[in-house]
């Protein structure tokens, strides 16, 4: 079965840190981009990390720069989240999600619906709660 399986949410404090994963089960990670999408209850759903395959470049959402990393290991066919200084904000449900290039730029894979709505494969979704 060709899926995402994703891990590492959980309950943190607010400064703490967490690190998703997302591990691809039946298909080559190589030739995909990877998205990290987030959806809080009654919140639309936010682009908030894209990585290309071609290149590696990366794109964040101005509500986790400087505070989440994107990163891929292809040989282990899993990409990662690396979330610090988190804060009540950043608590939703994170989904990974694929769809192969090439991308007008890896930004528009995060911003625009045509893409969301087009992902080849997504996560489950893992819960990711801030609170004190």
């Known amino acids: 079965q060709l899926q995402f399986v994703e891990s590492g949410g959980g309950l943190v404090q607010p400064g703490g840190s967490l690190r998703l994963s997302c591990a691809a089960s039946?298909?080559?990670?190589?030739?995909?981009?990877i998205g990290w999408f987030r959806q809080a209850p009654g919140k639309e759903h936010e682009g908030i990390s894209c990585?290309?395959?071609?290149?590696?470049?990366?794109y964040y959402a101005d509500s986790v720069k400087g505070r989440f990393t994107i990163s891929r290991d292809n040989a282990k066919g899993t990409v990662y989240l690396q979330m610090n200084s988190l804060k009540p904000e950043d608590t939703a449900v994170y989904y990974c999600a694929a769809r192969p290039g090439p991308l007008t730029t890896v930004q528009a894979m995060c911003v625009y619906d045509e893409y969301y709505y087009g992902m080849d494969y997504w996560g489950k979704g893992t819960l990711v709660t801030v609170s004190s």
């Open positions: 990585i290309s395959s071609s290149d590696g470049s990366t």
């Open positions: 039946g298909f080559t990670l190589d030739y995909y981009n």
